[in-house]
């Protein structure tokens, strides 16, 4: 038994940040149905490059494994008697659309209580169900230039740059799934299912956090630091090794005391110019002047021998490729395969939600409509007949 069994979720999704969100309730046992809507091929990221082949690729395949797949067209009457059908035998509605686009479906608790009063109707939009740019279209890099992301990542002096990865979508996928467990849990305790309005825009102002607090309360403007550095904290960022670059993160005062023996320099915290953190940040460029002498005499690999087992916290900075090899990753089983009829073994990335024993099994991502006949016959116990119908009719496209 895997802790989401009892689950089931209808997914209007596509792309990145719903398929993200609830691919980890997949993992987690949740049986999720895609619909995809037959008029446009399904799922956009079954199209996405480079690797893709048929129906499928490589992108759609990292998002929607674990899930079951059904071609359904809710804009058309025998369509949308089928996608209540569904409602009235699951959870939860999760969708990634534009803000309007749930209302205008009528996919909102007032919608579908008369089918289901427990149903949870969970949207993750890029701005919300209300504001002046509810109805625009919202992606990842459009949310982190508009949150002040990029303001803050770079080098100073730079051009505006985002995160390496859509970390707006991926963490907005996250907040729409836990939004959509408190809906479910307070729908079984209650009896009354509810909304859930999940915003891009929301997620990607809330993880400013800390510097947002000291611009609302004291006025004071966070800005790029180089090296990415940590805007209050010394040392803490990136530092040259002989051969590389390594992670310095001294978070406390006694870090900062351990670094300075082990690199040699035990008269460092003495220093009244680096004796505490407000001191270090006063004389930030001093202060990394005398590391990068230090810390340039030796390799990457000579100071992860010595800092880790001086309790310094550190680590190398690696290129994806080590980042994969790093014993590590083995031993937290980060790396799951899966077999693919048209790609052969699948290697990605596993979920980071550990509930219980580690899930050992996976499905692949489904093909367009694969699971059809699971939904309509063994789900909603549909015989031969009505299906027929309900295919003439353009239920299925």
């Known amino acids: 038994m895997q802790p989401l069994d009892d689950l089931r979720i209808i997914a209007i999704e596509q792309f990145g940040a719903g398929p993200f969100g609830s691919v980890h309730l997949a993992d987690l046992g949740a049986e999720v149905i895609k619909i995809e809507d037959p008029s446009t091929g399904g799922d956009v990221g079954r199209t996405v490059p480079p690797f893709v082949e048929g129906d499928t690729s490589l992108f759609f395949e990292t ?24 409602v009235r035998h699951s959870d939860a509605v999760f969708s990634n659309l534009r803000g309007d686009v749930p209302g205008r479906l009528k996919l909102m608790y007032d919608d579908l209580k008369h089918l289901n009063p427990k149903i949870v109707c969970c949207s993750v939009s890029g701005f919300g169900m209300t504001g002046p740019r509810r109805d625009n279209p919202g992606y990842d890099y459009i949310l ?5 992301w990029m303001s803050l990542t770079g080098e100073p002096g730079g051009p505006p740059t985002k995160t390496g990865l859509s970390l707006v979508d991926f963490t907005g996928g996250f907040v729409g799934a836990l939004a959509m467990l408190a ?14 309005d999940v915003s891009l825009y929301d997620t990607a102002m809330s993880l400013l956090t800390y510097p947002a607090t000291w611009y609302l309360t004291k006025g004071h403007v966070t800005t790029r630091m180089a090296r990415s550095s940590h805007p209050s904290m010394v040392p803490f960022g990136n530092y040259p090794t002989r051969d590389g670059w390594i ?9 900062w005391e351990r670094l300075c023996g082990v690199i040699g320099r035990p008269d460092l915290p003495a220093d009244p110019r680096f004796v505490d953190f407000t001191a270090r940040r ?9 590391l990068d002498d230090a810390l340039r005499r030796r390799t990457t690999a000579e100071w992860m021998d010595v800092l880790p087992d001086a309790g310094v916290p550190c680590g ?16 937290r089983s980060m790396v799951v395969e899966i077999e693919h009829p048209t790609f052969g073994t699948v290697r990605t990335v596993n979920s980071p939600v ?3 024993p580690a899930r050992t099994e996976h499905r692949r991502a489904p093909q367009p409509n694969e699971d059809a006949d699971h939904v309509l016959r063994h789900l909603l116990g549909y015989d031969a007949a009505r299906i027929e119908t309900l295919s003439i009719e353009g239920a299925f496209g």
């Open 63 to 86: 998002f929607n494994r674990n899930k079951r797949s059904i071609s359904l067209d809710i804009s058309s009457p025998s369509g949308r008697k089928v996608f209540e059908d569904l």
């Open 144 to 148: 982190q230039g508009l949150a002040g």
């Open 183 to 196: 809906g479910v849990h307070q729908a079984r305790r209650d009896g009354v299912g509810t909304d859930c």
């Open 247 to 255: 992670v310095l993160s001294c978070a406390k005062e006694k870090f």
């Open 282 to 290: 006063e004389n930030v460029a001093a202060c990394n002047a005398e």
């Open 316 to 331: 190398p900075i690696l290129e994806l490729p080590q980042a994969f090899e790093d014993p590590h990753c083995e031993a």
């Open 354 to 356: 550990r509930v219980g």
